[in-house]
């Protein structure tokens, strides 16, 4: 947490990195946010991907970074983790139950993230750091509200009442719709910004 209030103190300060990346995109202020504090990075040729979709791997590779990329406490036990740079975030995820795998050995670094799913997995990160995740809203507002899955329901009325995430549109939260980089950069900078007031 020390070094990213350290980083928010020097935003201003930002040169972006980023050929994808427009001072005037909605996502600029939160692509500087997670970049200047070391939690999100390019993706290869300058390019930070706004709009690429969300994966397991980076999800859990930024909740590491963010608690300052702690040492694994138990051996992997996972037999598709084949790129070196989220084992380590993986295996930290696993064994303190921020995400889960799919049994079999498999935990699927690649397979695509829903907004539903992203929720989740930082609501387990909240309970995981022991904050007060208790805050719920009616999300019946929303016309596709009853689209949210059972287990995701109370990550989702926690992430909407703190107000991580809101609808894609004002009717509309698509909670089943694939997350992007982008989305995720916006809800670590409310998450971070709200904890760090």
Do not use: C
């Amino acid at each position: 947490k020390a070094s990213v209030e350290a980083g928010m103190n020097d935003i201003e300060s930002w040169d972006n990195p980023f050929t994808d990346v427009d001072e005037g995109d909605w996502f600029y202020e939160a692509v500087k946010f997670v970049n200047i504090n070391g939690l999100m990075d390019d993706m290869g040729n300058s390019k930070f991907e706004p709009h690429t979709t969300l994966s397991r791997a980076m999800l859990v590779t930024v909740l590491w970074r963010l608690e300052g990329k702690p040492t694994m406490q138990s051996n992997n036990t996972f037999t598709d983790l084949s790129q070196e740079w989220y084992v380590e975030a993986v295996i930290w995820a696993n064994e303190n139950g921020i995400v889960l795998g799919y049994g079999d050995g498999i935990f699927g670094p690649n397979d695509e993230l829903t907004r539903e799913q992203m929720v989740t997995m930082l609501y387990r990160y909240s309970q995981y750091k022991g904050q007060n995740v208790s805050a719920r809203v009616d999300l019946g507002g929303y016309t596709d509200a009853d689209n949210i899955s059972s287990w995701a329901l109370s990550a989702m009325e926690w992430a909407n009442a703190e107000g991580l995430i809101t609808g894609r549109t004002s009717a509309s939260l698509a909670s089943k719709g694939t997350a992007t980089r982008s989305e995720l950069a916006t809800i670590i900078m409310r998450y971070l910004s709200e904890k760090t007031e």
